[in-house]
């Protein structure tokens, strides 16, 4: 077997949380919210759509429980910018960083990656492209 690429990450949300996930990954990050279905009540979940090959799916639901580091650690998304560049847009939509490493290890190999929360205890790993 022989694996290209994460398709999709699937994470769920309060049920009452897709407004502040359409805010929080499509306004302040800059993701595209793909949620016509959903609205439509057409599927459960929505997307939040890094690129043309990789999505993930929120699903808001009752059953929601907030991320420990016992049973969640972060999603890292490879992004086009530097780490200087990402810290700047990230101060311009006003979210916090929580931590900013040099070089990580990921996939592609070291490259440095800032470290943020989203509304639901999610951490968001942006990593510069190696």
């Known amino acids: ?4 690429h994460i398709d999709h990450v699937n994470l769920r949300i309060p049920a009452d949380g897709a407004d502040d ?7 302040r990050l800059g993701f595209g919210i793909e949620d016509a279905l959903y609205a439509a009540d057409e599927k459960p979940f929505f997307d939040v759509r890094l690129s043309a090959t990789a999505v993930i799916h929120l699903w808001p639901t009752d059953e ?11 999603v890292a998304v490879v992004v086009e910018e530097s780490v200087d560049e990402i810290e700047a847009e990230l101060a311009e939509a006003g979210v916090e960083v929580e931590k900013t490493l040099d070089s ?20 968001v790993e942006l990593k510069a492209r190696v």
Not at 1 to 4: E, N, V
Not at 64 to 74: G, I, L, Q, S, V
């Open 1 to 4: 077997m022989k694996a290209r």
């Open 21 to 27: 996930a359409r805010e929080f990954y499509g306004e």
């Open 64 to 74: 929601f429980e907030r991320p420990t580091k016992t049973n969640y650690d972060h």
């Open 104 to 123: 990580p290890l990921g996939a592609t190999g070291e490259a440095g990656a800032v470290y943020v929360r989203d509304p639901f205890g999610y951490r």
